[in-house]
């Protein structure tokens, strides 16, 4: 998550009030947890999702300059919660033996994606963080199935790439700074990124079996390379 807003302005009070908010939402992560202990069976599940939690919670209490979050953000800081959950279970290979309670978590996580830019709009608090918020938990998410994928199917570290390369877009637009300009909306964009999910979500059941989980993960790879050079090559031109 980049800095987006101007946060050297921000007052000592509107940020206690948003750490006491991220605070309070920690609550959610130890009842949900202990409501589902296959996925938090041991100190290492509990100590992932603890530290992926205090490294979003951080980082929001840094760019989040208006205090109170909002409902739009709270509804995605409890996605947050979901997310540090499914991560957690990544430890000692937790999440394989309750893989369909894994896979229902995730799901969850997915559909509240759009409940919180539903509330933003109709209480016209859509703000620049929001919709980065937003975006950083699907791409984290994404990568943590990545993740599970590769310890369940043993498919090779080149499932990695599907949820890593934004981030290699990102380390790249340090080297080249026109990659950093703001693309155009694209139906397409969301089309891919709404088949990663699926892809994955589909490869990661039992009931797949080990080669269609791979034509699964590849077609989600093959789609967001193309999508991803399609929007390079745009910008490399845009540029010159």
């Known amino acids: 998550m980049s800095s987006f807003s101007n946060t050297s302005s921000v007052s000592l009070p509107k ?3 948003t750490l006491a908010e991220i605070a ?3 609550l959610l992560l130890v009842g949900l947890g202990a409501m589902l202990p296959a996925l938090v069976a041991s100190a290492a599940n509990w100590w992932l999702a603890a530290g992926f939690y205090i490294v979003m919670g951080a980082l929001v209490v840094c760019f989040w300059p208006h205090g109170p979050l909002g409902w739009a953000n709270r509804v995605t800081l409890g996605r947050g919660v979901l997310v540090a959950i499914v991560a957690g279970a990544l430890a000692a290979n ?10 229902a978590v995730a799901v969850i996580a997915l559909l509240l994606d759009g409940v919180d830019g539903w509330i933003a709009r109709r209480t016209k608090t859509h703000t ?3 919709a980065r918020f937003d975006m950083e938990l699907d791409a984290v998410l994404i990568l943590i199935l990545c993740i599970g994928l590769l310890q369940s ?3 090779g570290a080149w499932v990695l790439l599907i949820g890593g390369m934004r981030y290699l877009f990102i380390a790249a637009s340090w080297f080249f700074p026109w990659l950093k300009a703001p693309l155009f909306e694209s139906f397409r964009r969301k089309a891919v ?5 699926v892809a994955l ?3 990661l059941t039992p009931l797949t079996s080990p080669l269609a989980a791979s034509l699964l993960a590849l077609s989600a790879l093959t789609t967001l390379i193309y ?3 399609f929007d390079v090559w745009w910008l490399f031109k845009q540029h010159h």
């Open 94 to 103: 937790a999440f394989t033996n309750a893989i369909w309670l894994w896979l």
């Open 128 to 130: 620049p963080f929001g």
């Open 193 to 197: 990124c709404v088949w990663q999910v």
């Open 15 to 17: 940020r206690v009030y």
């Open 227 to 229: 999508s991803f050079g």
């Open 201 to 203: 979500l589909l490869a």
């Open 153 to 155: 199917e043993n498919l």
């Open 24 to 26: 309070l939402a920690s």
